[in-house]
């Protein structure tokens, strides 16, 4: 019997919670382009009983993916892809942000396309931030970042215009969900839906990495207004991708989930702006 597959690209904070979340009873294939915490993943997975197999992936480069998805494609019938590789803006330069969290996410979109299974489904971590900056985006530069082939996006002059490390971040994530929306029309015709979440501020390396970092002040004042007003664990999120990847959600594609705890509302109803400011 060939093996249900799941392939889990970024194993930080989320990439894990989704391996506890959705791994059992299938073949886990662990990638990160980190091999020491790769490693670790991996270390802990099999650990704690799950079938893993893993590659090191650096999914900004076009040969990594594919590389990457024909693995996938030779352990078994590809049922789910989760896409949480990403790079924040305290951790690296708008170079590297564009790089992996812009092209690298068309990239996996478009070569995993390729191997997905009928039934299967995949889903990308976006980011609220889509919601905020990244919602002024000219419709026209929109489509192009939706729709131009992965190997143009680099050089569309609204992205080299761009320099404002932040924005560079909300510009890349609300391309993934526009990128998302578009690429699951192919992945329809394969049969497999494709989504994006867009998590809020979650307790994982990054999300801790960004608190601790010169917007986290205001990140705390937003949490603090919001519906909830708790910080996401990494299993919200893992939680949501399951949701996702399952025949519950099988008349769901192309679409983003907001998992936020309730930041953007509070943000849109004026809440935010009031207590912050
Ligand atoms: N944590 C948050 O608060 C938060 C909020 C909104 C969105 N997000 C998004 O969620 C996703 C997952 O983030 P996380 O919180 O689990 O972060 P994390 O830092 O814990 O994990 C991200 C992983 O991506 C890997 N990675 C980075 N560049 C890579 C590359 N070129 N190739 C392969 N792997 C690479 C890192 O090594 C790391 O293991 C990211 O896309 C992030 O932008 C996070």
Not at 4 to 11: S, T
């Amino acid at each position: 019997m060939t093996a249900d597959v799941l392939a889990v690209i970024g194993v930080g904070g989320m990439g894990q919670a989704v391996v506890r979340r959705s791994g059992a009873g299938r073949k886990v294939l662990l990638a990160d382009f980190n091999e020491a915490l790769l490693q670790d993943a991996v270390d802990t997975a099999l650990g704690e009983g799950y079938d893993v197999a893993s590659q090191v992936v650096d999914v900004s480069s076009r040969d990594s993916v594919a590389a990457l998805a024909a693995a996938a494609r030779e352990l078994g019938t590809v049922t789910g892809v989760v896409h949480t590789a990403g790079l924040s803006p305290v951790q690296a330069p708008a170079e590297a942000i564009w790089k992996v969290d812009l092209f690298g996410v068309a990239l996996v979109l478009e070569e995993f396309e390729k191997v997905i299974a009928r039934g299967g489904a995949g889903v990308v971590i976006s980011s609220m931030s889509a919601y905020m900056a990244g919602g002024q985006i000219p419709a026209e530069a929109l489509a192009d970042l939706a729709a131009k082939p992965a190997d143009d996006l680099l050089g569309l002059p609204f992205v080299t215009g761009i320099d404002n490390l932040g924005y560079a971040y909300s510009v890349a994530k609300r391309a993934n969900q526009a990128r998302v929306q578009a690429e699951s029309v192919r992945w329809g015709g394969r049969g497999a839906r494709l989504n994006s979440i867009s998590p809020g501020v979650i307790s994982t390396p990054m999300g801790r990495q960004e608190l601790a970092g010169e917007s986290g002040a205001q990140m705390r004042a937003m949490i603090e207004g919001s519906g909830t007003g708790r910080l996401g664990t990494p299993g919200d999120i893992a939680n949501a991708a399951a949701f996702l990847l399952s025949s519950e959600a099988s008349f769901i594609t192309g679409t983003d989930l907001l998992v936020d705890g309730g930041v953007v509302a509070a943000l849109d109803a004026g809440r935010w702006a009031q207590e912050a400011g």
